[in-house]
């Protein structure tokens, strides 16, 4: 399948960890990408090539992956984390595709 | 700064077609590829195309091919989406973002979206 799924929603309390999954078949051969939108807001790259940590994107969030699925941590949560999170990745056709999404609640 | 900016709000009736623009600056406009993402209200981004400034190469999803056209023009550092037949399901936010070609995969950048508004 070419579609990248997400859970819907997760519910997180201050300080403690999310970990946010992201599942497809393309993901076994292709690296995934983290985006934050707030609303109102564009996306925000968070995490390129499924570890890697863009300057300026705090030390909390961080990913990992293992065969089809790819993982966004955000350790020590914040208030401020409260948003929507996308994966995507790319088939080796050079088409894109983004996952199902996920809103982050921060009780 | 690098900065993708993006027209405020376009609607249009049932039928029509949509041309939506992307003006890049802050950097060298053809060593990035541009892509086309809209966001339905309350969804998740969808992935529409993508252009090389330099050649002028395009790949579109399955979904909108033959509806969706995307082109450039170097001498205004500026990329276009026209979107054909539009209909309600496709009033959205359209956005462009950029993505190094000699590195591709990530939309590091992106403009701050275009609300397209699809009524009779």
């Known amino acids: 399948s070419s579609e990248l799924t997400q859970p819907p929603s997760v519910s997180v309390s201050p300080g403690q960890t999310a970990r946010i999954t992201c599942s497809g078949d393309a993901l076994a051969k292709q690296f995934a990408y983290w985006y934050q939108q707030k609303p109102g807001q564009a996306p925000l790259l968070l995490i390129h090539k499924?570890?890697?940590?863009?300057?300026g994107i705090p030390e909390r969030f961080s990913g990992s992956t293992s065969g089809t699925t790819v993982t966004l941590t955000i350790s020590g949560v914040e208030a401020e984390d409260e948003a929507d999170y996308f994966c995507q990745s790319a088939h080796s056709s050079g088409t894109y595709v983004f996952g199902t999404g996920t809103r982050?609640?921060?009780l | 700064q690098v900065q993708l900016v993006q027209a405020g709000t376009e609607v249009k009736k049932p039928g029509a077609s949509v041309k939506l623009s992307c003006k890049a600056s802050g950097y060298t406009f053809t060593t990035y590829i541009i892509h086309w993402v809209r966001q339905a209200p309350g969804q998740s981004l969808e992935w529409m195309g993508w252009?090389?400034?330099?050649?002028?190469?395009?790949?579109?999803?399955?979904?909108?091919q033959g509806r969706v056209t995307i082109n450039r023009d170097t001498s205004a550092n500026t990329a276009y989406m026209e979107l054909s037949s539009l209909r309600s399901e496709d009033t959205a936010v359209y956005y462009c973002a950029r993505d190094l070609i000699s590195d591709a995969g990530s939309?590091?950048?992106?403009?701050?979206?275009?609300l397209v508004t699809v009524s009779s």
Request: net charge neutral; proline share 6%; charged share 20%.
């Open chain 2, 51 to 64: 252009i090389n400034p330099g050649n002028h190469n395009t790949k579109y999803s399955q979904k909108f």
């Open chain 2, 107 to 114: 939309l590091d950048f992106w403009g701050q979206g275009t």
């Open chain 1, 50 to 55: 499924d570890t890697e940590r863009p300057s």
């Open chain 1, 104 to 106: 982050v609640s921060v």
